[in-house]
């Protein structure tokens, strides 16, 4: 068994990937998430994908260990899905519809943070730490936590929900899960956009945020220009962000934080934000946690999902 696939599923595309067991990507290429009639047409796809990459690659079966594949939803471990925000599933078995699609092939399932955090452990940021704590800061805050070199994936499969960390709860805006004050709320890129109109509406101090569109890049990038009110903008997120890490540290006790997802892109002035307040509000015991910035990109879903299959 010399080959896997690894499948990450998004709203828009899915991205599908054929690796070696040394975790060489030897070909890589997506296709549209068709998501009419309740997604049914999602799993039929990503079968007909594999089974086309294997002939045109001439693999046999018996080369294959198997297909992991990563959905934007709490996952059992048994591959039970209940609920999708993105893809109009209800309640799906994607272990065993998958497996019935590709005649038997083993399949492995998880939630698409966990295994970005998988996949950055296994080839990027993590290479050689056992216990990481990732967190995407995108539309919304995802996480993903693997202790002794285990996802960990809890009873419903919703562990590693950093986002839905209450840090606030005083706040009286809602998140986009219904409740209140959650890290997603301040931290994601929305999250940064809402926190630099706030601030803007305020009062009148001069900023060059002032008369363009903004949003997580613009913010940053005017904190790398010294404007004060982006500055401002930042600590406020780096404050919110910090202590909802310092939360899961005391819990998971990482080696290293891994930060990914487009708010990323920023770059290293985040810690300058993050590890302030990280420091903070964390647990002595954490105080040697780093930081580091995710390094796989879009890749980091599907070499989770294969790693998934290869442990």
Request: net charge negative; glycine share 14%; with cysteine.
């Given at each position: 068994?010399?080959?896997?696939?690894?499948?990450?599923?998004?709203?828009?595309?899915?991205?599908?990937?054929?690796?070696?067991?040394d975790?060489?990507?030897?070909?890589?290429?997506?296709?549209?998430?068709?998501?009419?009639?309740q997604?049914?047409?999602i799993?039929?796809?990503?079968?007909?994908?594999?089974?086309?990459?294997?002939?045109?690659k001439?693999?046999?079966?018996?080369?294959?260990?198997?297909?992991?594949?990563?959905?934007?939803?709490?996952?059992?471990?048994?591959?039970?899905?209940?609920?999708?925000?993105?893809?109009?599933w209800?309640?799906?078995?994607v272990?065993?519809?998958?497996?019935?699609?590709?005649?038997?092939?083993?399949?492995?399932?998880?939630?698409?943070?966990?295994?970005?955090?998988?996949?950055?452990?296994w080839?990027g940021?993590?290479?050689?730490?056992?216990?990481?704590?990732?967190?995407?800061?995108?539309?919304?805050?995802?996480?993903?936590?693997?202790?002794?070199?285990?996802?960990?994936?809890?009873?419903?499969?919703?562990?590693?929900?950093?986002?839905?960390?209450?840090?606030?709860?005083?706040?009286?805006?809602?998140?986009?899960c219904?409740?209140?004050?959650?890290?997603?709320y301040?931290?994601s890129?929305?999250?940064?956009?809402?926190?630099?109109?706030?601030?803007?509406?305020?009062?009148?101090?001069?900023?060059?945020?002032?008369?363009?569109?903004?949003?997580?890049?613009?913010?940053?990038?005017a904190?790398?220009?010294?404007?004060?009110?982006?500055?401002?903008?930042?600590?406020?997120?780096?404050?919110?962000?910090?202590?909802g890490?310092?939360?899961?540290?005391?819990?998971?006790?990482?080696?290293?934080?891994?930060?990914?997802g487009?708010?990323?892109?920023?770059?290293?002035?985040?810690?300058?934000?993050?590890?302030?307040?990280?420091?903070?509000?964390?647990?002595?015991?954490?105080?040697?946690?780093?930081?580091?910035?995710?390094e796989?990109?879009?890749?980091?879903?599907?070499?989770g999902?294969?790693?998934?299959?290869?442990?």
């Amino acid at each position: 068994m010399n080959y896997c696939f690894g499948v990450d599923v998004g709203g828009t595309s899915i991205k599908l990937g054929l690796f070696s067991v040394d975790g060489v990507i030897l070909d890589k290429w997506e296709i549209p998430t068709r998501k009419e009639n309740q997604g049914e047409y999602i799993l039929p796809d990503i079968a007909e994908e594999v089974l086309k990459k294997m002939k045109e690659k001439g693999l046999d079966r018996s080369e294959l260990n198997g297909v992991g594949i990563g959905i934007p939803a709490p996952v059992k471990n048994n591959g039970e899905v209940y609920k999708t925000a993105n893809l109009g599933w209800g309640h799906k078995n994607v272990k065993k519809e998958l497996g019935a699609l590709l005649d038997g092939i083993r399949i492995e399932a998880a939630n698409d943070a966990n295994l970005a955090a998988m996949g950055e452990m296994w080839l990027g940021a993590g290479r050689g730490e056992k216990d990481i704590v990732m967190v995407t800061l995108g539309t919304g805050v995802g996480g993903g936590i693997i202790v002794d070199e285990r996802m960990l994936v809890g009873s419903s499969g919703a562990c590693g929900e950093i986002g839905h960390i209450c840090v606030n709860p005083e706040e009286t805006g809602t998140c986009g899960c219904g409740l209140h004050g959650c890290l997603e709320y301040y931290s994601s890129a929305t999250g940064i956009a809402r926190l630099a109109n706030n601030r803007l509406a305020k009062n009148n101090d001069a900023s060059i945020l002032r008369g363009q569109k903004v949003n997580a890049k613009t913010v940053f990038d005017a904190v790398k220009m010294g404007d004060k009110v982006a500055i401002e903008i930042a600590e406020e997120f780096g404050l919110h962000l910090g202590r909802g890490l310092a939360a899961v540290t005391a819990l998971a006790n990482p080696a290293l934080i891994i930060v990914g997802g487009g708010v990323s892109k920023a770059g290293d002035i985040l810690f300058r934000f993050i590890e302030k307040e990280y420091h903070a509000h964390a647990f002595f015991a954490d105080h040697e946690v780093r930081f580091a910035l995710a390094e796989l990109g879009n890749d980091a879903g599907i070499c989770g999902a294969a790693r998934m299959v290869l442990s």
